[in-house]
């Protein structure tokens, strides 16, 4: 099936509002209920808790959109109904995540991350598994991902950024940052059913090239001997985990380390826009070097670039500045590279069981995310109160040692560096290439058609 570009334009779309949902909830959720009175050990422990029920909830979501249509949308095909099923229960959640009452609690908290996450899921599953089987070559899969992670990126400088020119944030207290959660939630109230009517309206469904159904214990047999897939995955997990320290601990950095919590807007705002210029000179790059070498080499650059985060301190904003945008050229790769490799991965199970069963792949795609994220956090905020380190405190207050604030660095920025290293390892000598894609592709095709 060939998509045109307009088409794939149109796909991308929802991908803007997906990812300004996604984000404050690891970048800014976790400081404002830290600032509104939560335990910083309780709010890790929430974040990997709903991550655990994740694991449960991920795969089925999957495994479900793979096999049933919904009822009364079959016409749409597999992937299209489930976005408007998981609208609503993310609509509600977000708007009680982001807007809570004075006093939360860790139970609240819980709740209706819970009901977040699941609502997301639904959505988000689907459509990128819709996105893989658009295109079904090598370097067409690239592009489809490629324009969705460019939304993606957009949406989360409307993250940062709309907050900053409503007027509401500076960063500098809790009441600020109550009020970009405020004025965000209101945003992607409207943007959310806007963007998922138009893709839906105008994209076509996805072409099912499946031949087959296999049993469930069969095909969880099939899917642990995929080592490609079990490679890629523990090299993306454990890069998404390296990932999620920063960006969960970004506020609390540029806060407290720094002494710049007004800088906080426009640093997220130049990471991101530096990911975004920088996707199409790692698109083209992949096109001749190959999508996993060029991955590794993002994530090389990322690793020399937080090497120099340690030894920065109060006042060093344009040593820092320099720091975010060269690590916002390598999450470019990030965001693109490692999901369309995914797209290829699947091919390996097809054309070995005979079913398209993208849907459970990036189910357990979204799990890896999830748990690298709530493994950043997870662990991140417990080291930190261990270490003495007070979110509560005003920025360069007394009450934050040395030593506190030396931890924070070395979780933003030196963890990272260590954590990397075997996800290189893992991805130098990738298996699956251009070539071996290609005749993937040319035995799915043909059993398809006898």
């Given at each position: 099936?060939?998509?045109?570009t307009?088409?794939?334009w149109w ?8 990812a300004?949902?996604?984000l ?8 404002y ?8 050990a309780?709010?890790g422990?929430v974040l ?10 991920d795969?089925?979501i ?13 016409g ?5 109904p489930w976005l ?5 229960p ?5 708007w ?11 139970g609240?908290?819980?709740i ?7 609502g997301?899921t639904?959505?988000?599953l689907?459509?990128n598994?819709w ?5 079904e070559?090598y370097?067409g899969?690239t592009?489809v991902?490629?324009?969705r992670?460019g939304f993606?990126?957009l949406?989360?400088?409307l ?7 409503l ?5 500098s207290?809790s ?5 970009a959660l405020?004025g965000?939630a ?7 059913p806007l963007?998922?009517?138009l893709?839906?309206w ?7 090239r499946g031949r087959?159904?296999?049993r469930?214990?069969d095909?969880l ?10 490679r890629?995955i ?12 920063p960006?969960s601990?970004?506020?609390l ?5 720094l002494?710049?919590p ?11 826009l ?7 000179g790692?698109?083209?790059l ?12 993002s994530m ?9 985060v ?8 344009w040593?820092f500045?320099?720091?975010v945008v060269l690590s ?6 990030d965001?693109?590279l490692p ?19 993208t ?5 357990l795609?979204?799990?890896?995310t ?13 080291l930190?109160?261990?270490s003495?380190f007070?979110a ?6 007394d009450g ?16 990272p560096v260590?954590l990397?290293?075997?996800?290189l ?22 059993a398809?058609?006898?």
């Amino acid at each position: 099936m060939k998509v045109t570009t307009a088409q794939q334009w149109w796909y991308a779309l929802p991908g803007l509002p997906l990812a300004a949902l996604t984000l404050p909830v690891y970048v800014f959720v976790p400081t404002y209920y830290g600032e509104l009175g939560v335990s910083l050990a309780l709010i890790g422990t929430v974040l990997l808790a709903v991550r655990v029920l994740d694991a449960v909830s991920d795969p089925l979501i999957g495994y479900v959109s793979d096999r049933v249509h919904v009822p009364l949308l079959g016409g749409l095909g597999r992937r299209k109904p489930w976005l408007l099923v998981g609208m609503l229960p993310t609509l509600l959640a977000l708007w009680m995540v982001f807007v809570p009452p004075d006093r939360p609690d860790a139970g609240y908290l819980l709740i209706w991350s819970t009901v977040l996450s699941i609502g997301w899921t639904l959505m988000l599953l689907p459509y990128n598994a819709w996105g893989a089987e658009l295109a079904e070559d090598y370097d067409g899969r690239t592009d489809v991902t490629a324009r969705r992670e460019g939304f993606t990126v957009l949406g989360t400088l409307l993250a940062t950024s709309l907050p900053v020119l409503l007027g509401v944030w500076d960063g500098s207290t809790s009441a600020d940052l109550g009020d970009a959660l405020h004025g965000l939630a209101i945003a992607l109230l409207v943007l959310v059913p806007l963007t998922v009517l138009l893709a839906l309206w105008r994209v076509p469904r996805e072409r099912d090239r499946g031949r087959a159904r296999i049993r469930l214990r069969d095909g969880l047999k099939v899917l642990r001997g995929n080592k490609a897939f079990t490679r890629l995955i523990s090299a993306f997990l454990i890069n998404g985990w390296a990932n999620g320290l920063p960006a969960s601990l970004f506020v609390l950095f540029v806060t407290h380390v720094l002494v710049a919590p007004e800088m906080v807007g426009p640093l997220l705002f130049a990471y991101f826009l530096s990911g975004v210029i920088a996707i199409p000179g790692w698109v083209a790059l992949s096109r001749r070097f190959g999508k996993h070498r060029i991955w590794v080499s993002s994530m090389t650059l990322a690793c020399a670039t937080f090497l120099w985060v340690p030894f920065l301190g109060a006042g060093d904003i344009w040593a820092f500045g320099l720091i975010v945008v060269l690590s916002g050229f390598a999450v470019g790769a990030d965001l693109v590279l490692p999901t369309a490799i995914q797209a290829d991965v699947v091919d390996v199970d097809t054309a070995e069981t005979g079913e398209q069963r993208t849907g459970l792949y990036f189910a357990l795609w979204s799990l890896a995310t999830k748990l690298s994220l709530a493994l950043a956090a997870g662990i991140a905020f417990p080291l930190l109160e261990f270490s003495g380190f007070r979110a509560d405190l005003a920025p360069g207050a007394d009450g934050n040692t040395p030593s506190s604030l030396f931890a924070l660095s070395m979780l933003y920025a030196g963890l990272p560096v260590i954590l990397k290293l075997p996800a290189l390892v893992l991805m130098w000598n990738f298996p699956l290439s251009r070539d071996a894609q290609g005749e993937l592709r040319k035995t799915i095709d043909t059993a398809a058609d006898i």
